[in-house]
Each structure stands twice: as C-alpha cells, then as structure tokens.
C-alpha cells in the first residue's frame, strides 16, 4: 500500500514538473521571421516614437510579426478579446478620442514610450512572468510596426 502510494506521488511528481516546463516554454520570447527590407532600418537605438505611422508596409510587415510572436496570447490579428492577455486594440483609446491635434500628439508620444518599455522589459509581476521581454528578441523596427498594425486593427483594419 505504502509502495503504491509512493509510486502515486511520484506520478503526480513527474506531471507537475511537465506541465511547469510547458508554461515556462510558453513564456519564452520566440523571434518573428519576416522579410522588413521595406521598412527604413532604424539602427540598435530605439526611437522615442513610431516612425512608421503612415506607412503602407508597416501593416503587413506587423501583422506578419504580430502573428508569429504575439498572437497567442494576445490573439490572432489582434481582433480578439478572448485571449489571455490584454486587448492590446485598447492602448491608444484615450488618444484617439482627444480633439487638439497638439495634446492629441502628446498623448500618442506617451503611450509610443509605454509600447516600446512593455515590449522591451515585458512584464514580470513580483517575480512572475506574464510577458516574456523582447529586448534583443525583437528588432525595433519589427516593434514599432506590430504598433501600426495594431493601432490600424482598432481602427477596424487597414485604412
Ligand atoms: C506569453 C504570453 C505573451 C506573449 C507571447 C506576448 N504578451 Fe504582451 N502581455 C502578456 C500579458 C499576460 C500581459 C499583461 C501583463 C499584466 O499587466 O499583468 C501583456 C501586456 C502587454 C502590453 C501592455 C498592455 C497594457 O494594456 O498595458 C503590451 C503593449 C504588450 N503586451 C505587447 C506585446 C507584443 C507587441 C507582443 C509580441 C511581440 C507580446 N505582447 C507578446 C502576455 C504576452
């Protein structure tokens, strides 16, 4: 009897430590592969804002990288909210509703430092991973053209 629940707990055992490898995978940053020779090279230091709004080929290029490296938690096309991690469709609302084009732009600059912090440091909660950090994963440019892609999806999908 002793022996069998031994073996039991040694069951159990083996499962736990499978299922923590699993979560753990899951939390590792894993690099978009993307052609984004269409996007003008930004060098290793990261702008202030996006440089790309605007620009056509940032959306398929962000989609594509978006896809890849962000999408399942965030969601596919990032037009979902039944994902495990925030709606990211929701990060410039407050811009978008505010009318002064000067304060509007001020708004659009804060939460362009806020993107490009999260994704670099990603989020590490009192020691717990809920996002893994995309510094030296992902390239600034990949970055700043998942926020394009993004921004258009909240505005309904490419313009
Ligand atoms: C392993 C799952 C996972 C992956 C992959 C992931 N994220 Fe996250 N992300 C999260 C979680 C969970 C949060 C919310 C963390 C919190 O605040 O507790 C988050 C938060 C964020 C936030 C802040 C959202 C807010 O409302 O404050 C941004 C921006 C973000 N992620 C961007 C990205 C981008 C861009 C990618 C792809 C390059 C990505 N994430 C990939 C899990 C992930």
Redesign the pocket.
């Known amino acids: 009897m002793a022996m069998k629940r031994r073996l039991h707990l040694l069951f159990l055992g083996a499962w736990a430590l499978l299922f923590a490898g699993a979560v753990l995978a899951?939390?590792i940053?894993q690099p978009p592969v993307v052609d984004d020779s269409a996007l003008p090279a930004l060098g290793n230091d990261w702008r202030e804002n996006n440089p790309y709004r605007g620009l056509p080929a940032a959306y398929d290029i962000g989609r594509s990288a978006?896809n890849q490296?962000?999408a399942?938690?965030?969601g596919a096309d990032a037009a979902t909210n039944a994902a495990?991690?925030?709606d990211?469709r929701?990060?410039n609302r407050a811009c978008r509703r505010i009318v002064s084009a000067e304060l509007k732009a001020r708004c659009q600059a804060d939460k362009d430092a806020y993107?490009a912090k999260?994704?670099r440091q990603g989020?590490i909660?009192v020691g717990v991973t809920?996002?893994?950090p995309?510094d030296g994963v992902?390239k600034q440019e990949l970055?700043w053209a998942?926020q394009v892609f993004i921004e258009a999806q909240a505005r309904g999908g490419r313009e």
């Open positions: 899951a939390e940053a978006y490296s962000c399942r938690c965030h495990p991690a925030p990211l929701n990060l993107f999260t994704v989020k909660i809920h996002m893994p995309w992902l970055a998942i």
